[in-house]
């Protein structure tokens, strides 16, 4: 039958209680109208704020910003490079006399040279070819560069260039001469200030007067085929020692 909820007109006897909820009836079901979707909603009505005063906020930079702006400025910075310091160019240096003539020599071993060198002998066929005494004398010890081991003293390629010609300006003052022989690269550089390209070439350097640029003996050695080169810039200059003899 249905039936959900039954209520006796009168009070039972030996009955369990009512329960007052069920007397109670229930509120009808409202049910919303349905809007077809073209039917446009009706339009809200404006909300009105209440008028308030706008608050301005200054920015402040954070301790985070002010870090950051100062590395962007500090790698912004120019960089200075740092100057790398030059080594101290090695060399040793042996001066000697012939006739009118000073020959500064690099030494090929570094040492001192001895009578059966091969590089003295060629040294002295030199010497005849140009019409000079073929036994020249050693003056004083080989100038070995760099000066010192240790030590904060200069030791650079100027440096090294002041003392050589510092060196050679006081031996010509002893005794002058009509010409200079720079034989060998450290030669030609630190007392002639000049390069290989200067070989077999005249040149006036102040305070020695005329110099002659060679290659080194040992290089002479080891390429033969220089000597010709060295015959040839020598005739040019024979005559000024020879008139020098004469």
Do not use: H
Request: glycine share 4%; charged share 25%; aromatic share 6%.
């Amino acid at each position: 039958m249905q039936v959900v909820n039954w209520l006796p007109r009168t009070e039972l006897p030996f009955a369990a209680p009512s329960r007052p909820e069920l007397m109670e009836m229930p509120e009808p079901l409202v049910v919303a109208p349905v809007v077809p979707a073209s039917v446009p909603a009706p339009a809200a009505a404006p909300v009105v704020a209440p008028t308030e005063r706008v608050k301005i906020e200054v920015p402040r930079p954070s301790l985070a910003s002010t870090r950051t702006n100062a590395k962007v400025e500090e790698d912004a910075a120019p960089v200075v490079a740092k100057s790398v310091p030059v080594p101290p160019p090695r060399f040793s240096l042996q001066l000697l006399r012939a006739g009118r003539c000073l020959l500064l020599v690099e030494l090929p071993t570094g040492e001192t040279f001895q009578t059966r060198d091969p590089a003295y002998l060629l040294l002295k066929d030199m010497l005849r070819a140009a019409g000079l005494p073929d036994s020249p004398q050693i003056i004083g010890e080989p100038v070995r560069w760099p000066l010192l081991a240790r030590g904060t003293m200069d030791q650079g390629p100027e440096a090294a260039r002041d003392f050589v010609q510092g060196f050679l300006s006081a031996r010509l003052e002893d005794a002058p001469c009509v010409c200079v022989w720079l034989i060998g690269l450290p030669a030609v550089r630190f007392a002639g200030e000049a390069n290989a390209e200067s070989f077999n070439r005249e040149l006036q350097v102040e305070g020695l007067g005329s110099v002659w640029a060679l290659p080194g003996l040992e290089l002479l050695m080891e390429e033969p085929q220089r000597k010709a080169d060295v015959w040839q810039a020598m005739r040019r200059l024979m005559a000024r020692w020879k008139e020098s003899n004469e």
